[in-house]
């Protein structure tokens, strides 16, 4: 019988090195069209919390550019204004990897930080851009979303981090 566990000098596949970041924030998108009904946005952004866990963990995983198409696929399963996601989540990124240029080192707080800037500037965002396209609304009514959002990001960063490790295992 053959032990479980990583195997000496074995390497994991290169598929599950590659897809399951992207295959995580892919589906956290997708939990926005489960069908649970409120007068206001409460759902917290999972896809954006998991591209931004990802990306602070793993700053070599990703270009700045990965936020496009991951933002186009957002916006396809939230329902927001198309280009709305896709804007937002790419300026994120340049602005994560400006930051990461200047800081000398990075600690959890400031990646918690770091995370709730760019949960604020993107529901904010996703508000203006609803309010381009004929929506209505105030920052107030998506303030509890944002409230929710970043409490949540240490909880989705454990489980990327979790995830990451069996990512790399053999």
């Known amino acids: 019988?053959?032990?479980?566990?990583?195997?000496?000098?074995?390497?994991?596949?290169?598929?599950?090195?590659?897809?399951?970041?992207?295959?995580?924030?892919?589906?956290?998108?997708?939990?926005?069209?489960?069908?649970?009904?409120?007068?206001?946005?409460?759902?917290?952004?999972?896809?954006?919390l998991l591209l931004l866990s990802w990306r602070l963990l793993r700053p070599e995983l990703w270009p700045a550019w990965i936020a496009l198409p991951l933002g186009f696929f957002d916006d396809m399963m939230s329902g927001q204004p198309l280009g709305s996601a896709m804007?937002?989540?790419?300026?994120?990124?340049?602005?994560?990897?400006?930051?990461?240029?200047?800081?000398?080192?990075?600690?959890?707080?400031?990646?918690?930080?770091?995370?709730?800037?760019?949960?604020?500037?993107?529901?904010?965002?996703?508000?203006?851009?609803?309010?381009?396209?004929g929506g209505g609304g105030t920052i107030a009514l998506v303030a509890p979303q944002i409230l929710w959002s970043v409490l949540l990001y240490p909880f989705v960063a454990r489980q990327c981090a979790w995830l990451d490790r069996w990512r790399i295992m053999a």
Do not use: H
Not at 23 to 44: C, F, Y
Not at 87 to 115: G, N, V
Not at 117 to 123: M, N, P, R, S
């Open 1 to 48: 019988m053959i032990p479980e566990g990583p195997r000496l000098g074995g390497n994991p596949s290169r598929f599950r090195l590659k897809a399951t970041p992207l295959i995580t924030v892919m589906l956290g998108s997708m939990l926005t069209a489960l069908p649970i009904i409120a007068q206001s946005p409460v759902l917290p952004p999972v896809g954006l």
């Open 87 to 133: 804007c937002l989540w790419t300026l994120t990124m340049i602005a994560i990897d400006f930051a990461e240029r200047r800081l000398i080192w990075r600690d959890y707080w400031q990646d918690w930080l770091i995370a709730g800037i760019a949960v604020i500037f993107c529901i904010s965002g996703g508000l203006w851009f609803a309010r381009l396209t």
